[in-house]
């Protein structure tokens, strides 16, 4: 059973950092490409940071450059998402996202969801 598994949410203060982690189990974690993503209320759900499929590319957000970090730890088919200088802004439910096209299909698991508030 494919499951992907976030923690690490909270309520933080603006300018406090936070670390969530997704734990994957049930496919092949090293193999897949590993994404974060975000929703507010109200809005769409979208891409936080991600890997590309250029060898150890990375692409985030304009609103989280230079203070989110995605990172990846194959041993422990684990995934992070490290978030410094939090604003007000980056409220919402965080979900981790793992993908990969193999053989003409498409592979999408995704979270559950972990909540992030910002709140002074």
């Known amino acids: 059973q494919v499951q992907l598994v976030e923690s690490g949410g909270g309520v933080v203060q603006p300018g406090d950092s936070l670390r969530l982690s997704c734990a994957g189990s049930g496919f092949t974690f090293s193999t897949f490409k590993l994404a974060w993503y975000r929703q507010a209320p109200g809005q769409e759900r979208e891409l936080v940071a991600g890997?590309?499929?250029?060898?150890?590319?990375?692409n985030y957000a304009d609103s989280v450059k230079g203070r989110f970090t995605i990172s990846r730890d194959n041993d422990k088919n684990t995934m992070f998402l490290q978030m410094n200088s939090l604003k007000d802004d980056d409220t919402a439910e965080y979900f981790c996202?793992?993908?990969?096209?193999?053989?003409?299909?498409?592979?999408?698991?995704w979270g559950q969801g972990t909540q992030v508030t910002v709140s002074s």
């Open positions: 890997e590309t499929n250029a060898v150890g590319g990375k």
């Open positions: 996202n793992a993908w990969q096209i193999r053989e003409g299909v498409w592979y999408d698991y």
